[in-house]
């Protein structure tokens, strides 16, 4: 029997993959990276590895003859064995590297620095219109929201005999409340027609950021949403007013109660929280909003 080297480092490797997809499912961490729709899809991905894995223990250790049989004068081929020193190194450089950082770093959330780089979704109700339409499983976020009590599943799948329900029943509330689960929905359908929703009460949560041209006594409250993965994520929020508004740091995390009015920002109507009652809490354990899946039973 001889001890593989290289085959014994590629178990490693597949080793390590797996052990941080199924410590990222364990801790929840897994949605500080994709949306939680993909967690069945990101659970195969861990299943597998773990499966190579096993595969690849097969071959740490190979006796003389197979060795002589596989490597022999008229095999005809090269074999990664055989790579140069310097290939090898880039290759599980290229491997490692991510590993290294995955393990090593906790995973950041997203914050009014990245919000600045991406740009503010204001005067736009369309943001989260990123997937087809064709489906009739695909995103549908521009439509009027739900006004439900229990949160969505993590896929945030809903079907659409329940929306239609849950829609008419925003329509006909005073009191909007910006759950986690249906931010995306609320938020678009609150600014593609402002003036519907003015007078209404709102209580939001989310994070403190500042477009240039606001006043001192107006923040915006924000979250981050999305669509697949954080690449893709955009910052959403609505302009808030109140007279402490300047004393309250960017990235800093807040709950608002107030009444919704119209404003003009940017030369466009906007919805603007007129705010009552405010105060600073702590970072949720899941920051992020996602939209919700309309699905058409059969």
Request: proline content about 4%.
């Amino acid at each position: 029997m001889r001890f593989d080297i290289q085959q014994f480092s590629r178990t490693v490797i597949l080793a390590a993959f797996a052990i941080f997809f199924i410590k990222l499912h364990v801790t929840g961490d897994i949605t500080k990276y994709v949306n939680p729709k993909y967690d069945v899809m990101s659970q195969m991905a861990a299943g597998i590895f773990v499966f190579l894995f096993f595969v690849q223990m097969t071959r740490v250790w190979r006796t003389s003859q197979s060795a002589r049989d596989h490597c022999s004068a008229g095999c005809g081929h090269h074999h990664g064995e055989d790579a140069s020193l310097a290939k090898k190194g880039i290759s599980y450089g290229i491997l490692i590297l991510p590993l290294i950082i995955g393990f090593s770093l906790s995973p950041e959330t997203l914050n009014s620095t990245m919000a600045e780089n991406k740009g503010m979704i204001l005067t736009k109700g369309d943001a989260s219109n990123t997937d087809t339409d064709s489906d009739p499983s695909s995103i549908h976020t521009n439509n009027s929201e739900l006004h439900k009590t229990d949160p969505l599943p993590n896929n945030n799948y809903i079907e659409e005999e329940d929306y239609q329900k849950e829609m008419e029943r925003f329509h006909e509330g005073e009191y909007i409340n910006m759950q986690k689960d249906l931010f995306s929905p609320y938020y678009d359908d609150i600014s593609l027609h402002p003036r519907e929703f003015a007078g209404k009460e709102i209580k939001l949560k989310g994070f403190v950021y500042r477009e240039e041209g606001l006043r001192s006594n107006q923040l915006i409250i924000s979250r981050f949403l999305i669509t697949h993965c954080i690449a893709d994520a955009i910052v959403i929020g609505l302009i808030t007013e109140f007279e402490q508004a300047h004393t309250i740091e960017e990235d800093q995390w807040m709950e608002i109660e107030g009444i919704l009015d119209v404003t003009t920002y940017d030369g466009v109507e906007v919805p603007v929280i007129k705010g009552k009652r405010g105060k600073v809490i702590e970072e949720p354990s899941e920051p992020y909003v996602y939209p919700v899946l309309r699905r058409v039973a059969e």
